[in-house]
Nanobody
Framework: QVQLVESGGGLVQTGGSLRLSCAAS????????MGWFRQAPGKEREFVAG????????GYADSVKGRFTISRDNAKNTVYLQMNSLKPEDTAVYYC?????????????????WGQGTQVTVAS
């Protein structure tokens, strides 16, 4: 059974940085795509960044492009989200997700597996 466990959230000042981690287990991920999504109170869950596990190709939401970087460590089955230049509007619960297809998509409904989420709060 696939399990995704996020860590690394917290409280940070505007302009600060955080690195989120997503440890994956219980499956074979070489043919998977991984995504980071976020959900703020009263808003829909939105795509942040994604990476194809095999090729390493990535995709980003326009709102985070140039500030966030997604990466993976195949040996550790872990995906990271490095977040720099954080803004108050980045405040949300961040979720890691996985799908059994190599291509990254932005639609959360296409991801079968989800972590429990980690809170990121950016103080102004």
């Amino acid at each position: 059974q696939v399990q995704l466990v996020e860590s690394g959230g917290g409280l940070v000042q505007t302009g600060g940085s955080l690195r989120l981690s997503c440890a994956a287990s219980g499956g074979t991920f070489s043919s998977s795509a991984m995504g980071w999504f976020r959900q703020a109170p009263g808003k829909e869950r939105e795509f942040v960044a994604g990476i194809s596990w095999r090729s390493g190709s990535t995709g980003y939401a326009d709102s985070v492009k140039g500030r966030f970087t997604i990466s993976r460590d195949n040996a550790k089955n872990t995906v990271y989200l490095q977040m720099n230049s954080l803004k108050p509007e980045d405040t949300a619960v961040y979720y890691c997700a996985a799908r059994n297809i190599v291509l990254v998509t932005r639609n959360p409904a296409t991801y079968a597996y989800w972590g429990q989420g980690t809170q990121v709060t950016v103080a102004s």
